[in-house]
């Protein structure tokens, strides 16, 4: 059996009290790609100027009657990691 020092068994053990301690106060932050204002700015960027419902649902953003300035609108669904477009459909006018 490897022998470990008292000073190193304290150092570990510490660490270990010291993450248990800090996770449930990062379990609350969410990534920015899950926050309702970075997918708003990420719509602005692709165009879209207003939108009717926007959603979360199972690690997808999901946009219904996303609206651009040409008046067309569309239906989006957006990877929640990402913000990458996975659906693009556009509404009939």
């Known amino acids: 059996m ?3 020092s008292r000073a190193v068994r304290h150092a570990l053990a510490l660490a270990v009290v010291g993450t248990a301690m800090t996770a449930p106060a990062l379990a609350d932050r969410r990534a920015p790609a ?3 204002a970075v ?3 990420r719509l602005n960027r692709m165009g879209f100027i207003e939108w ?3 959603r979360y649902s199972h690690g997808y953003w999901k946009i219904e009657d996303a609206r651009r300035d040409n008046g067309h609108t569309y239906d ?9 477009i996975v659906r693009l459909s556009r509404d009939r006018d």
């Open 34 to 36: 899950d926050d309702p």
């Open 39 to 41: 997918v708003t700015e």
């Open 52 to 54: 009717r419902k926007l």
């Open 2 to 4: 490897t022998y470990v």
């Open 76 to 84: 989006l669904k957006l990877e929640a990691g990402t913000l990458d």
